[in-house]
């Protein structure tokens, strides 16, 4: 004969284990829609990066294909640290993805920033090819940002 077991029934009407169960489902659809996210900002930074180098060479030559290559880079730090935070994140509690985040945020702040000014008197480089590149890869990742979650099928509403 077997001891009883300790743990509390579950209320009439529940099945044991549904909590876990939807809970690490969303959290798969919720790393399913930052790599959507993800993959949709380095497809869309590979193409800057042609169209990039190919506009900055035709405006400004040598100085034009550095200022893309560095637009795409700096794009990336800047695009690309949100996502990779928030999926490496996605099964922690809320307080400790809120920390990572916001830490994410500050350093690559702290990064563009300081790559920005270690850039601002040096001259092999296009700044209106690197701004430009920079605001298109920016705005550019915030817009698919939203189209990945605006497409999400995640329940906020647990059962």
């Known amino acids: 004969m077997s001891a009883p077991d300790p743990r509390p029934a579950p209320p009439a009407g529940s099945t044991s ?38 506009v900055g060479w035709f405006a400004a030559g040598t100085a034009g294909v550095w200022g893309a290559l560095l637009g795409v880079g700096l794009a990336l730090v800047f695009s690309g640290t949100t996502i990779v935070s928030m999926l490496r994140t996605a099964h922690a509690t809320p307080q400790a993805m809120a920390g990572v985040v916001m830490g994410a945020w500050l350093v690559k702040v702290v990064v563009v920033v300081a790559a920005l000014a270690v850039l ?28 990945a979650v605006q497409r999400a099928r995640i329940p906020y509403v647990g059962a």
Do not use: H, K, N, Q
């Not at 489902?25 to 042609?50: I, K, N, P, Q, W």
């Not at 296009?126 to 705005?139: D, M, N, T």
């Open 17 to 54: 284990g549904s909590t876990s169960s939807s809970a690490s489902g969303t959290a798969r659809e919720v790393e399913a829609v930052f790599r959507l996210a993800l993959r949709d900002v380095l497809v869309l930074l590979g193409v800057l990066a042609v169209v990039g180098l190919a």
């Open 120 to 147: 601002r008197g040096m001259d092999f480089y296009s700044r209106p090819v690197l701004a430009g590149v920079l605001a298109v890869g920016v705005i550019g990742s915030a817009l698919l940002d939203y189209r």
